[in-house]
């Protein structure tokens, strides 16, 4: 188990806390584009423990700037979009999206006090519906090039759920295969069949690997004569994991991006490679999602548990909603667990590697050099290892970069499914 500094490392992540400074070494998701549409009003954002205002200047690039004005303190998240920037709206000064003050209308003629000026800002990025920011010192390292980011705008679909817990929280919950013999089981008849494999061997094995972006996690189990069903899930630094497999069509991406200490948004990213992702039918199954990108179902009423539901339909009696029973797992645990009273087992070892690589990134900013998977040479700006895969393998078969021997896969769970 972590000491308490170790923890209080992992999860503390505002300005200046070695945790802060380690997550901000990577660019980070900081809204979806339809919270800010074309011609929209800039909106208020709380990202690692700072409030900021983001935005679209005239031409439709986003900025990212601190929320209060740096004239006296105005909130810029009310501002006018205009000649070129955001325009506070106490005093006139506006500001373009790099930070740079254009105009301070109160000074004399002649005035160059405005030069001096620089609001907070950071450098943004839009990609697969998301708006990203990079809020660390000097030159942001490259936009990292991961297949789920890169196919076309169709073939993508992203959204986000809040949680009112510590971001590292919902994070190790992805890397915890054993409770899907729990807290994800379905009791009626005619489920996927994995749902019979995860309850059938309720004790996988557990392999962590750890790789040039964070770690591979294989959780195998035992699916009768001769057979292992191998799922393979890929942590990337600093919070993410490619988590849900779609078999070869594509795979689905969680990205726990710290709101602050106490709250955190799950960037929930879907991606296809063989077909356009139906928009509508995915916002139809987000039934039970508030217009806030809130759940429904929340530990103010008890997450609406149904103990009939819990006889004959799912195990925990919180509906069908993966999203849900995660939730309730990780707020759960309170708004940053003392892992200081953690017993791990056997099947934490994934958990045990995550923070191990985590906690030597801390080092490696504390002591100058890039922590792991910031990556600044565009060779080595490619995954195509980063993978969320489900098959069904010969016992004989070695798992570990099974799929990179496709001729020795006898049977892909995700082509039965």
């Known amino acids: ?54 935005f679209r200047d005239e031409s439709g690039q986003p900025g990212l700037l601190g929320i209060h004005c740096t004239h006296r303190g105005a909130d810029l998240s009310y501002g006018r979009i205009e000649d070129g920037g955001i325009r506070c709206l106490y005093h006139g000064w506006l500001y373009d999206r790099t930070g740079r003050c254009l105009e301070q209308p109160g000074e004399p003629a002649g005035s160059r006090f405005y030069e001096r000026i620089r609001q907070p800002a950071y450098p943004c990025h839009e990609q697969a519906g998301i708006i990203f920011a990079y809020m660390g010192p000097g030159e942001p390292p490259l936009f990292p090039n991961y297949e789920f980011l890169t196919v076309p705008q169709e073939y993508v ?18 890397f915890d295969p054993q409770h899907l013999s729990y807290l994800h089981r379905f009791l009626s008849a ?17 392999d962590p690997v750890e790789t040039e972006f964070g770690m591979h996690l294989y959780a195998v189990r035992k699916v009768g004569a001769g057979k292992h069903f191998v799922k393979v899930r890929s942590f990337f630094m600093p919070s993410g994991g490619a988590v849900g497999s779609r078999g070869e069509a594509g795979y689905n991406v969680n990205w726990h991006v710290p709101i602050d200490d106490e709250n955190h948004w799950r960037y929930s990213i879907l991606f296809s490679r063989d077909a356009p992702i139906d928009e509508g039918t995915m916002r139809r199954e987000r039934t039970g999602v508030a217009a806030n990108y809130r759940l429904e179902r929340s530990r103010a009423n008890r997450y609406l548990q149904d103990r009939e539901e819990m006889k004959t339909e799912t195990f925990i009696g919180m509906g069908r909603s993966f999203v849900v029973h995660d939730t309730w797992a990780t707020e759960g645990e309170g708004v940053i667990y003392d892992r200081t009273t953690e017993h791990l087992g056997y099947t934490d070892r994934g958990i045990v590697v995550m923070r191990k690589l985590m906690l030597q990134a801390i080092r490696d900013v504390e002591e100058g050099r890039d922590p792991l998977h910031v990556v600044r040479d565009p060779a080595r700006n490619v995954y195509p290892d980063l993978i969320a895969r489900d098959d069904v393998l010969a016992a004989g078969v070695p798992w570990r970069n099974h799929w990179k021997r496709q001729s020795d896969v006898p049977e892909s769970a995700a082509a039965r499914a």
């Open 157 to 174: 679909f992203a959204t986000k759920y809040h949680s009112a817990c510590n971001y590292l929280q919902g994070n190790e919950g992805n």
């Open 190 to 206: 005619g489920e996927d069949f994995r749902q019979a494999y995860h309850a059938g061997d309720t004790c996988p094995t557990i």
């Open 1 to 54: 188990m972590p000491t308490k500094e170790e923890n209080d490392r992992l999860t503390r992540v505002g300005p200046g806390t070695p945790g802060g400074e380690f997550m901000r070494r990577y660019w980070q998701p900081a809204a979806l584009s339809e919270e800010l549409p074309p011609g929209g009003a800039p909106i208020p954002v709380r990202l690692l423990g700072e409030d900021l205002a983001l």
